[in-house]
Every structure is written in C-alpha cells, then in structure tokens.
C-alpha cells in the first residue's frame, strides 16, 4: 500500500473545498447530502468547516459493478430529508465513471430541489462515462484504486485517516478484502 495524500494533505484540501463552496453559496442556507457510504469521514470533516446554515441528510447508492448487472446503480432514498425548493450540495467520496454523481443528482432534482451540486474528495484522471464533472473537487488523482479517508475495498479500510494505493497484488491476491500480507494497518 502507498500513501497518497496523508492526513495534513487532506486536511488541506477538505479546507480549500469548504472555502470554495461557502464562497459560492454566500450565506445562503444550504441542504448537504452525503453519499453512504463512501463520503461518511469527508462528510463529517466538511459540514465542521462550513459556515453556512445546514441541514444534513444521507441518500444510499450500490452499485452492481463486476457483477451480472454491470453498472446498474440502486438507490435507497428513504433517509433522504425533503428537499423540495432547497439549495442541495451532494457529497461523494469519489468521481471514477461519475454513474453514481449523475444520476444522485438526478434523484434530487426529481424530488423538487431548487439547486442540485455536487463535491467530491476526488475525481480520477481518466475519461468518465457522463459528461457532468462535478461543481467542486479537492484532488484529482491517477487513475488507481485508493482506500482510506472512507473508502473501500470490499468494505476494508474505510477507518484509514490517509489516502492510499492498493498495489495490483492487494487487489488480487485474495477473496476476503485482508491482504495477503496481513497489513491492513500500514503506517503511513
Ligand atoms: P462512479 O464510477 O463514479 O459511479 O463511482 C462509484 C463508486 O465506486 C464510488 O462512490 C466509490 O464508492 C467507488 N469507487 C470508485 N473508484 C474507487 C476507488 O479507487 N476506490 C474505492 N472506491 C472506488
Ligand atoms: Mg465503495
């Protein structure tokens, strides 16, 4: 596992993002909704550096990706607040074929919000399946797969407070999400 960005790296970059959107939304109230469960160590870290009247809600998606129904997305809206006529920022972890982004804000809009945007930790650099990019972006990172800081692989690792790159052995080796090497708590 390499580190990528560590705890000060994100701790910067969680600030420039917050100051970008209270910049944008100017003291208007705002409904921040976090994506489950990916954004949920963003989500807390952001919502404390905003200075803007908040209201917090949650909305699920899954996708089915690797599966028999290849880019299929669920979604559970049930512990979504109303959001009919409010500003809306939706929170994700991370922007890879941008699926999950377009089509959450698709939902929200669907459910009467006045302003759907989106901010996410990171958005990889490669070419995305819709032609949305989100409204505000910590990182850009390389097209790899990273863990920690809340996500995942096969639900391991969220509780990492850095940024990390599984190597390609971390990925394959197993069927389980512990490494064959057991490192599962790597220092940075
Ligand atoms: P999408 O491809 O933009 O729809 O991203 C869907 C979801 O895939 C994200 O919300 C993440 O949960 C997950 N994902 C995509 N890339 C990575 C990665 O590198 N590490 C961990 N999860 C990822
Ligand atoms: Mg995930």
Do not use: W
């Amino acid at each position: 596992m390499k580190v990528l960005l560590n705890e000060t790296d994100l701790h910067a970059g969680v600030s420039r993002l917050a100051s970008q959107i209270d910049d944008h939304y100017q003291g208007q109230p705002l409904t921040v909704v976090a994506v489950m469960t990916g954004s949920v160590v963003l989500f807390a870290d952001l919502i404390r550096m905003l200075s803007l009247p908040l209201r917090v809600g949650v909305i699920q998606a899954s996708s089915y990706r690797g599966q028999a129904k290849a880019g299929e997305l669920s979604v559970d809206t049930q512990m979504l607040l109303d959001v009919r006529n409010r500003d809306v920022l939706l929170v994700d972890d991370i922007f890879d074929t941008g699926r999950t982004v377009a089509k959450l804000m698709e939902v929200i809009a669907v459910q009467g919000a006045r302003s759907v945007a989106s901010a996410v930790l990171l958005r990889k650099c490669r070419a995305h399946d819709v032609a949305l990019r989100p409204d505000f972006t910590a990182f850009e990172i390389p097209d790899e797969f990273v863990v920690g800081y809340g996500l995942d692989y096969r639900d391991q690792y969220r509780n990492l407070p850095f940024l990390a790159v599984l190597e390609p052995h971390e990925i394959d080796a197993n069927t389980d999400g512990v490494p064959a090497n057991g490192a599962i708590y790597p220092k940075p």
